[in-house]
């Protein structure tokens, strides 16, 4: 090792350090809620009152700031809550902040917008789209649809007319990596590609990131559009629902335990099976239908100030059925997507935050037909289990250094056929089934 190669290392971590000292004098952290509710806020801005730069919370509501010797008080706001001023006692460095929303009256008032300005910041390709947005934009048959709003975006498109499908900067459909709690969908859509999966009333925040993707998400070619359910109120039990022209949905969220304990239960269903049967009793296609159904559900545990824990649940259904009575024939085409999350945050100290999760991802396709005696169906579908830690340090309001591990574990279902007569079982062979594991540090 060259002499002048070690004065640089020494020069550059005297600097470091130095930045270090000057800028670390006190360190605070903690999580940024709504206090109405509990449900922790993505993007709050935490800034001093006095002077020096500002941090934003996570995507899990925490935040990390390093003040000066002579910073008293911070202000933290988000839009369309009340900016809160907090005084800073010395010897204390965890604020856990709840922000009450805010109310506004005008007379009349002129909206002027403005494109935001990506390039103040490195996440050149993410944008990220309210959830209160999306439910005031016209609604197909009376159902609002995440995907469809995202075509609103610059560098997004339609897959089609009428589908929920989106290319990326000239990307496919099959190239975009969509997570609902960290769990893979891979299949977004009801109805043929009309609705996608997810349930307006149960979503909290919607990150697509279009570009320079972070290496957290692994190696898709496209773009990573990340969805989070929400926590559940926290406060009180509230009921909202919602009837359409061919499905409706009730959403149900409320403390188990007050102030620690929340739950989330949202489901919705359509009736064309319903309003079809009048017009198919009686007739040949008596029994031909279809509908599709999801249900989701969240629980949010508080184990203490630093520490929470998270359980989600998604499961959703498409069934297409065909029946024949005068040639004796009946289909079954039922297809949909199961998952699962449960992760655990913790904030280390005043600069780090971890969090740990599992999730379980699973989509199947099946076909099923019979005439008279005789039974044939196959099945084909895709598993994933898998495991991640990540952590977050952030040295100074300007940078956060992140790091990690995760694993996946694959299990491909290509086809699986059964067939039967009467009480005989035809031997079909053995399936094709393909495992495969990858991982990531």
Request: hydrophobic share 40%; glycine share 12%; charged share 20%.
């Amino acid at each position: 090792m060259s002499r002048s190669f070690r004065i640089r290392v020494l020069l550059a971590s005297g600097i470091l350090l130095a930045s270090f000292v000057a800028n670390a004098q006190r360190t605070i952290s903690g999580t940024v809620t709504d206090a109405s509710s509990g449900e922790q806020i993505l993007g709050a801005s935490v800034v001093p009152v006095n002077n020096g730069r500002g941090t934003s919370t996570n995507l899990y509501g925490f935040y990390s700031l390093t003040l000066t010797d002579d910073a008293n008080a911070v202000a933290v706001s988000f839009i369309g809550f009340q900016t809160q001023e907090i005084q800073l006692t010395p010897g204390q460095s965890v604020y856990n902040i709840g922000l009450e929303p805010a109310v506004i009256a005008f007379e009349e008032a002129t909206v002027v917008g403005e494109r935001t300005d990506h390039t103040a910041s490195t996440d050149v390709g993410r944008a990220s789209v309210e959830v209160e947005q999306i439910k005031a934009l016209p609604a197909l048959l009376g159902e609002v649809d995440v995907l469809k709003v995202l075509q609103f975006l610059p560098g997004v498109s339609s897959a089609g007319e009428g589908n929920s499908g989106f290319y990326v900067r000239g990307g496919g459909p099959d190239q975009n990596l969509i997570l609902l709690d960290d769990a893979t969908v891979y299949n977004a859509s009801h109805l043929f590609g009309f609705f996608s999966v997810f349930n307006a009333d149960a979503i909290k925040n919607i990150d697509l990131i279009k570009g320079s993707m972070p290496a957290e998400y692994g190696g898709r070619v496209s773009s990573v559009l990340n969805i989070g359910l929400k926590e559940g109120n926290a406060k009180k039990w509230k009921t909202t629902g919602g009837l359409g022209l061919i499905s409706s949905r009730l959403t149900v969220e409320g403390p188990i335990i007050k102030d620690t304990c929340s739950l989330i239960l949202s489901g919705r269903r359509t009736y064309l099976d319903i309003l079809t049967r009048p017009f198919t009793k009686g007739s040949a296609f008596e029994g031909t239908g279809y509908f599709f159904y999801d249900f989701n559900a969240k629980i949010n545990y508080r184990l203490s100030d630093r520490d929470q824990l998270f359980l989600s649940g998604y499961f959703g259904k498409d069934v297409f059925s065909f029946n024949s009575a005068e040639a004796g024939f009946n289909t079954s085409i039922p297809w949909g997507n199961s998952m699962g999350s449960l992760r655990w945050n913790r904030i280390l100290n005043d600069r780090m935050f971890l969090n740990v999760g599992a999730t379980y991802s699973e989509y199947t396709f099946s076909f099923l037909a019979g005439q008279e005696e005789f039974e044939f169906g196959f099945e084909s579908g895709i598993k994933d289990l898998a495991g991640r830690t990540e952590w977050s340090f952030y040295p100074n309001p300007r940078h956060v250094i992140k790091g990690g591990i995760d694993y996946v574990h694959h299990d491909f279902i290509p086809t699986d056929f059964t067939a039967r007569s009467g009480d005989t079982e035809f031997d079909t062979g053995t399936s094709e089934q393909t495992f495969s594991h990858e991982g990531g540090v």
